[in-house]
């Protein structure tokens, strides 16, 4: 997390940039950041915690971060293994085996 993050809570560092782009409702941002933190695999009772309290979520919470704007795509510099893919529809799936067939 950037040092300008320091001493902020997961939720007020989520939320930062819908509050700047003029979401100034707290319960209203508050709830986003909950389906944010939920979106990422993080618990949403988390929101009120540093992120030094996390062992490996900083990452989460960056992407977390992230999405809360709403980007088109997110460009990550490094591995993000704990990302989840999240999309609001479901895209074509893979194709299926046909059964095997019997040689009797």
Not at 76 to 90: F, G, I, L, S, T
Request: hydrophobic share 35%; proline share 11%.
């Amino acid at each position: 997390m950037p040092a300008s993050t320091r001493g902020m809570t997961v939720g007020e560092i989520v939320g930062e940039g819908p509050l700047v782009h003029g979401l100034s409702d707290r319960a209203k941002r508050e709830e986003l950041v909950r389906e944010l933190l939920a979106k990422v695999g993080l618990n949403q009772t988390h929101i009120r915690r540093y992120p030094h309290e996390f062992s490996a979520a900083s990452g989460s919470i960056g992407i977390a971060r992230a999405l809360a704007l709403n980007p088109e795509f997110i460009v990550c510099d490094e591995p993000c293994q704990r990302a989840r893919r999240v999309d609001p529809e479901p895209g074509p799936q893979p194709a299926q085996r046909p059964p095997a067939r019997s040689s009797a």
